[in-house]
Nanobody, 120 residues
């Protein structure tokens, strides 16, 4: 009932930047956390960055200082600005959001994923 649509992936060279965006739509009462995860071939999905409705953020050690997550609560969107990209950042990036559909029911939704490829 809550859909997440991602955009902004692509192919870049090492050192360049990309900006990912994710918009949540559907039956939304409130959103708690919005964040980004990634999964490289042969590896498990891992947290990249997450932000809460209160504005706190958390980053994976591998991206801290290079990536910035931001959120527009009014538009139910989350942005991941990725700078100084490295080949090891290559992965499918997934948006995730959790919150409430109404005062009784929660949701935890995932986007379809967007490919980020960084060439050396």
């Amino acid at each position: 009932q809550v859909q997440l649509v991602e955009s902004g992936g692509g192919l870049v060279q090492a050192g360049e930047s990309l900006r990912l965006s994710c918009a949540a739509s559907g039956r939304i009462f409130s959103i708690n956390r919005m964040g980004w995860y990634r999964q490289a071939p042969g590896k498990q999905r891992e947290l990249v960055a997450v932000t809460t409705s209160g504005g706190s953020t958390n980053y994976a050690d591998s991206v801290r200082g290079r990536f910035t997550i931001s959120r527009d609560n009014a538009k139910n969107t989350v942005i991941l600005q990725m700078n100084s990209l490295k080949p090891e950042d290559t992965a499918v990036y997934y948006c995730n959001a959790d919150g409430r559909i109404d005062i009784l029911r929660r949701f935890d939704s995932w986007g379809q994923g967007t490919q980020v490829t960084v060439s050396s």
